[in-house]
């Protein structure tokens, strides 16, 4: 982002919406190209994560929703990997200079990035005639070495995953009119929850130092529990056997599961969760049930790693697999 | 980006075309969902800048080109802050996954990953039903505190430019069969001179240990010298006085110059020049140029930073102020 001198409407635009959140140093008040990360020796952990008009969000979602999904799925992942937020820079493509769109949009983001500790140092706002992006890389701090990574799960470790597990899906569902949107006709209370979850991940920032403590392996659930489940184990060597009546639901999923009305393996696939997905030695499992608990997030053992490279198995309460049909999202 | 499992036609994409980019360690091999940036204490740069079709490229350009360009102006920040490349992450939203289109994209990133010595750390890949978008964030290392900024500029002080300034925005009126196309029409080596300059800036990170030497203050020029002088005064809280006739030219742009077919002030405002512009004190100007001697890149002297809060003016070669019809590009 450039500076305020308002030589054109990009810099007017930034002056006015996006300056009073530069509050960090290193930002220098985005009158510069570049922001400065400082660093004692901490390892920098850097992740990206973009969101798409119509892809991962609806043009019609509210814009302060959309702030706040933006920098959220990245301050997720910084979650996962037990790492303490540092800042992040906003890449904003943008179809029109719209102040009634801009106004909230940049509101919500500052107070997300206020409430989560993670300053917006610098940015892009370019014009495209297409549909709006935003695109986020975010920073965090690990000590050196710490950071939590994929490839730790071993056979023995217990898989835990936090809050509940397919709201956003049924969210999204509810927004466009499918199956769930005619289940709970009656039931706005139900719509309003699983669309919040949609629209506005709760990412467990507050977890980020129980799980670099406690967690041999971490990822945050973005595209899905079960196709998630496979890249850590991939990634790791090893496989899975997950329980899946015991993947924790919220009250309107599970009436919706429990009368027939969603299939659970339409949650176990389902995207947009923001939840953290761990292995954890049974040992240390306490701990991090304990973390959550002081900090009010439920935190669930769904299964155990088990050796072998074959895909996870997800089990129904008689022990019968589940044969999931799709995995996770994908883009293409 | 996430892991090569084959989950996914996303994976797919990264295991295939970017995995081997990603050769730094904290990379991971774009197994996990963030990568990591060492620091002994030095203070981490961070910049960002998208290239978007239709806006910053044409969809007819060649994909290694766009990618080339979307690391280039990013490797353009990074030189102008004194920053020593460190690595990028990269969101790439896509129409399809085109393999024609891929490849000849992820081999020049990689090429120039490899060339500037910044490693692919991470990324994120999206759909977009509309134009394609390339955001890259890059880092830099710097000694801690000796980032180059925007607001050191002092009276006195000379204004130096590296390169040449106008070729880019000429290149594109070549490309949109403008005026410069039709001046040029029989001069295709002239032609091909400046699509070259549009399509793959040649950021001066050979000389970023120079300008953290020399210069008090810098910044790249991207959006048009006269807008990016107003913007460096501002910072600095000076004002400048450019000698426009003493602004160097490439062979083709002084031609068309010197022909009355381009106004100067069309190139004092045009974008993409990627070229650095800095404000050096007397004592230390001999040695910036004798570093882009050195490096095969020319520095020349423009003009001279002077007291006061006005805009910068530029005069042509009998002392007269030229009046720049606008300053330079913006979005919005």
Same mark, same amino acid.
């Given at each position: 982002m450039a500076n305020a001198t308002n030589v054109s409407g990009e810099d007017s635009l930034i002056a006015r919406y996006f300056k009073p959140l530069a509050t960090d140093p290193g930002a220098f008040a985005l009158v510069d190209d570049a922001a400065i990360l400082k660093s004692s020796g901490e390892d920098i952990v850097v992740t990206t994560d973009a969101v798409v008009e119509g892809v991962h969000y609806l043009a019609s979602d509210p814009p302060g929703t959309i702030a706040r999904k933006a920098l959220r799925v990245n301050l997720s992942d910084l979650a996962a990997k037990g790492a303490t937020?540092?800042?992040?820079?906003?890449?904003?493509?943008?179809?029109?200079?719209?102040?009634?769109?801009?106004?909230?949009?940049?509101?919500?983001?500052?107070?997300?990035?206020?409430?989560?500790?993670?300053?917006?140092?610098?940015?892009?706002?370019?014009?495209?005639?297409?549909?709006?992006?935003?695109?986020?890389?975010?920073?965090?701090?690990?000590?050196?070495?710490?950071?939590?990574?994929?490839?730790?799960?071993?056979?023995?470790?217990?898989?835990?995953?936090?809050?509940?597990?397919?709201?956003?899906?049924?969210?999204?569902?509810?927004?466009?009119g499918g199956a769930a949107a005619k289940a709970l006709a009656s039931d706005s209370a139900a719509r309003d929850i699983l669309v919040a979850r949609y629209r506005i991940p709760q990412p467990r920032n507050v977890l980020a130092h129980a799980v670099r403590d406690c967690a041999s392996a971490a990822m945050d659930v973005s595209d899905g529990l079960a196709g998630d489940l496979v890249k850590l184990?991939? &990634?790791? !060597? /090893?496989?899975?056997?997950?329980?899946?009546?015991? =993947? $924790?639901?919220?009250?309107?999923?599970?009436? +919706?599961?429990?009368?027939?009305?969603?299939?659970?393996?339409?949650?176990?696939?389902?995207?947009?969760?923001?939840?953290?997905?761990?292995?954890?030695?049974?040992?240390?499992?306490?701990?991090?049930?304990?973390?959550?608990? &002081?900090? !009010? /997030?439920?935190?669930?053992?769904?299964?155990?790693? =088990? $050796?072998?490279?074959?895909?996870?198995?997800? +089990?129904?309460?008689?022990?019968?697999?589940?044969?999931?049909?799709?995995?996770?999202y994908s883009h293409f």
């Amino acid at each position: 982002m450039a500076n305020a001198t308002n030589v054109s409407g990009e810099d007017s635009l930034i002056a006015r919406y996006f300056k009073p959140l530069a509050t960090d140093p290193g930002a220098f008040a985005l009158v510069d190209d570049a922001a400065i990360l400082k660093s004692s020796g901490e390892d920098i952990v850097v992740t990206t994560d973009a969101v798409v008009e119509g892809v991962h969000y609806l043009a019609s979602d509210p814009p302060g929703t959309i702030a706040r999904k933006a920098l959220r799925v990245n301050l997720s992942d910084l979650a996962a990997k037990g790492a303490t937020p540092a800042g992040f820079v906003l890449t904003l493509a943008l179809r029109s200079k719209d102040d009634a769109w801009l106004k909230p949009f940049a509101d919500a983001l500052g107070e997300d990035a206020k409430g989560f500790a993670c300053p917006l140092l610098g940015g892009d706002t370019v014009s495209t005639p297409g549909p709006q992006m935003i695109s986020i890389a975010a920073f965090g701090r690990v000590p050196s070495g710490r950071m939590v990574g994929r490839t730790g799960a071993k056979a023995g470790d217990r898989v835990m995953v936090t809050g509940t597990i397919g709201d956003a899906a049924l969210g999204l569902e509810v927004l466009k009119g499918g199956a769930a949107a005619k289940a709970l006709a009656s039931d706005s209370a139900a719509r309003d929850i699983l669309v919040a979850r949609y629209r506005i991940p709760q990412p467990r920032n507050v977890l980020a130092h129980a799980v670099r403590d406690c967690a041999s392996a971490a990822m945050d659930v973005s595209d899905g529990l079960a196709g998630d489940l496979v890249k850590l184990c991939a &990634a790791s !060597g /090893v496989s899975a056997a997950i329980d899946a009546a015991s =993947v $924790p639901l919220s009250a309107p999923a599970a009436g +919706l599961v429990a009368r027939g009305d969603v299939r659970i393996d339409a949650l176990l696939s389902g995207g947009d969760d923001y939840e953290l997905l761990c292995a954890v030695p049974e040992a240390r499992c306490a701990d991090l049930i304990e973390a959550g608990r &002081a900090a !009010g /997030v439920a935190v669930t053992v769904v299964g155990t790693i =088990v $050796p072998g490279n074959e895909a996870p198995r997800f +089990l129904d309460g008689a022990g019968r697999e589940l044969v999931l049909k799709r995995l996770s999202y994908s883009h293409f």
